[in-house]
T-cell receptor
Framework: DGGITQSPKYLFRKEGQNVTLSCEQN?????MYWYRQDPGQGLRLIYY???????QKGDIAEGYSVSREKKESFPLTVTSAQKNPTAFYLC??????????????FGPGTRLTVT | KQEVTQIPAALSVPEGENLVLNCSFT??????LQWFRQDPGKGLTSLLL?????REQTSGRLNASLDKSSGRSTLYIAASQPGDSATYLC??????????FGTGTRLKVLA
């Protein structure tokens, strides 16, 4: 089955620790995205990547880092510099070509709790 | 700066009722608009995608319309069922791979 997988589903970390969230897709999509969702707020874009070895900051990139070494993988690292990391993190992908915007597909999400 | 608003924030209806969810946006220069469903603690499931050149899209009991000039989209759900209970989100495709999301409408369909 084609789709997007995120692991783990729940993640608990102590303050001051870096943590990496996994996102893998087998849809052969070029573009991948990371969003953060907080109660009462819309999804906010952290980073996106249009192609392998290229990624761009979104609206709230501070305290986060990403890599895109393979087309199917787009891991997100939440660093100790992120002041309020507890949130629900969603990964998405889209079959977007240059100059086009098309349908986004989402993974099941990772709920990160930092204490 | 594009702002996307969904009103009401929450809605309860009896089973079988037809209902309309609203999505408003401030900048009409959009590429597309996508409607999603989100169940508690889950990811987003795409329902309908409307390109900027289209006026509406239909899938089963769902119909989404788009009026760019007035900055509005509506999601019409016919003959609602308890299984339709979820949060419904709209997202505007703004270009440069950027999507702006509304905060959602939490729908509860009562049996």
């Amino acid at each position: 089955d084609g789709g997007i997988t995120q692991s783990p589903k729940y993640l608990f970390r102590k303050e001051g620790q870096n943590v990496t969230l996994s996102c893998e897709q087998n849809l052969n999509h070029d573009a991948m995205y990371w969003y953060r969702q907080d109660p009462g707020q819309g999804l906010r874009l952290i980073y996106y990547s249009q192609i392998v070895n290229d990624f761009q900051k979104g609206d709230i990139a501070e305290g986060y880092s990403v890599s895109r070494e393979k087309k199917e993988s787009f891991p997100l690292t939440v660093t100790s510099a992120q002041k309020n990391p507890t949130a629900f993190y969603l990964c998405a992908s889209s079959p977007t070509g240059v100059g086009l915007m098309s349908e986004q597909y989402f993974g099941p999400g990772t709920r990160l709790t930092v204490t | 700066k594009q702002e996307v608003t969904q009103i009401p924030a929450a809605l309860s209806v009896p089973e079988g009722e037809n209902l309309v969810l609203n999505c408003s946006f401030t900048d009409s220069a959009i590429y597309n608009l996508q409607w999603f469903r989100q169940d508690p603690g889950k990811g987003l499931t795409s329902l309908l995608l409307i390109q900027s050149s289209q006026r509406e899209q239909t899938s089963g009991r769902l119909n989404a319309s788009l009026d760019k000039s007035s900055g509005r989209s509506t999601l019409y759900i016919a003959a609602s069922q308890p299984g339709d209970s979820a949060t419904y989100l709209c997202a505007v495709g703004q270009g440069t791979y950027k999507y702006i999301f509304g905060t959602g409408t939490r729908l509860k369909v009562l049996a």
